[in-house]
C-alpha cells in the first residue's frame, strides 16, 4: 500500500471523529431498543410460550407500523405539539414524545402472560411499534438535518452502533436476564420475561435524557417550503371559503402533498426505479429475520448460546460492518458499496441452509452468524447514507418516512408467511428461498447506478 492510499483511507475514517457523528451512538441506542422487543426477542417468548410459529409468523405483521409511518411522518414534519414544541422545538417534542409512550407500553407488555391473554400483548406491541416508528421519523429527520451529504455514511455507521448496541440489550439482554431470574428452565413461566421486559422499559431513560440534552439542528424555514405553500394560495385564490379553512388548506397541501410531488419532480422518471430499489433491498435479510429466532429454539441451542452468539457477537458484527460500509462509502461512493452489500447478504443466507444440515453445531453458528451479520452491517450503512441523500431538506422527516417504509412493506407483508413455508417446506427450502428472493435486488442497483452516473456525467 503506497503512502497516498494510507492516506487516503486515514482520512476517511477520520469522519468518524465529527461531534454529531459521535453523538449519534446514544440516539441510535434510543432507535434500536424497541424493535426486537416487539420482533425477534418477542417471537422467542412466544415460541417458549408454546405459541404456534404459524401464528408467531403472522404477529410479524406487527412490524407493518414500520411500513405505513409515512401515512402520519407529515404530522411530526409541520405539527407543532402543544408545550413541548416550545421548549424542546420540532424534532426533540415528537422525540420525546414517542419515548415516553414506548416505555409505558414495554411496561403493559411486561404484565401481560401471553399464554393468558395473547391479545393484550398484541395490543401493546402495537402501541410499541407504533410510538417507535414516530421515534424514527422524528430521529431520521435530525440526523439527515445536522450534517452535510458527505457525512451521511459516518452518521449511518455509528448510528448503526447505537442501534445495535440497544440490540444487543434488547435480545441476549433480556435472555439473560430471563434465564438467570428463571427457577424453572425447562418449564415456561411468565415471571422471567416480566422482569427483563420492566428492564428495557427503564433502558429507555437513555433516549428520554438524550433528547432532553441534544440542540436541535439549525435548519432555517426553506425557500422550497414558501413556494409550495405559494402554488397552493394561488390555486385557492379564487375560491370562496373562510380564511381559517383556506390557511388549513394552504398548510395540508404543504404537509401531506407538496413533499411527494418535490421526489417526483425531482427524480421524474427513475423516481419509479429507486422506489422499486427501496422496495426490495432488504428483502432477504427481513424475510429470513422472522424464523431466525424459532430456528435456534428448534435446533436445540439454549437461551445463553442464543444471548451470547447471536445476540453478543452478532450484534458486535454488525457494527464492525456498518463501521467498514461507513468507510466504504467515502472511499468507492454509496452505489458500489450498496451493491456488495447485496450480493453479501443474499449469498449469506445459503450458510443457513448448511447449519440446517449440521443440527445443534455451535461453531457452525458461530461462523455463519459472522458472515451474516457482517454483510448486513455494510448493506445497512450503505443503504442509509443512500435514502438520506434522496431527500430533500424542506421534507426530511416525511421523504425519508415514505422511504423506509416503503423498504419494510412488501419484505414485512411476505415475512408474515414465513412460519406456514416453513411448516410446509422446512427450514433449507426456507433459507435458499430468501437467497432467491435477494436476486432480483442486484439488477436494480445496477439500474439505479446507471441512472445515478448517467445524470451526473450529463
Known sequence: MTASTSSGWLQALRVYTHPRVLGMLSLGFSAGLPLLLIMGTLSFWLREAGIDRTTIGHLSWIGLAYSVK????????RLSLPLLTGLLGRRRAWLLLSQIVIASALVGMAMTDPVMNLQHLVFFALAVAFASATQDI????YRIEAVA???QGAMAATYQAGYRVAMILASAGVLWIAAAVDVSADVYDHAPWRFAYLIMAASMAVGIVTTLIIREPDVPYSRTVS?????????????????RVKALLVWLYGALIAPFRDF??????????????????RISDVVMGVMSNPFYVDMGYSKDEVATISKVYGVIMTIVGAAIGGVLTAKIGIMRTLFLGAVLSAATNLLFVWLAGRGHDVSGLIFTISADNLSAGIASCAFIAYLSGLTNSAYSATQYALFSSVMLLLPKFIAGFSGQFVDAYGYENFFIATAILGLPVLILVWLAGQAKFSTTDS
Open 264 to 281: 417526483l419532480t425531482r427524480h421524474g422518471r427513475k423516481a419509479l426505479l429507486i422506489l422499486g430499489l427501496i422496495a426490495i433491498y
Open 227 to 243: 413556494e409550495n405553500e405559494q402554488i397552493a394560495q394561488r390555486a385557492l385564490a379564487h375560491w370562496v371559503m373562510p380564511v
Open 70 to 77: 409515512w401515512l402520519w411522518s407529515p404530522l411530526v414534519d
Open 138 to 141: 422524528a430521529l431520521d429527520a
Open 149 to 151: 451529504l458527505e457525512l
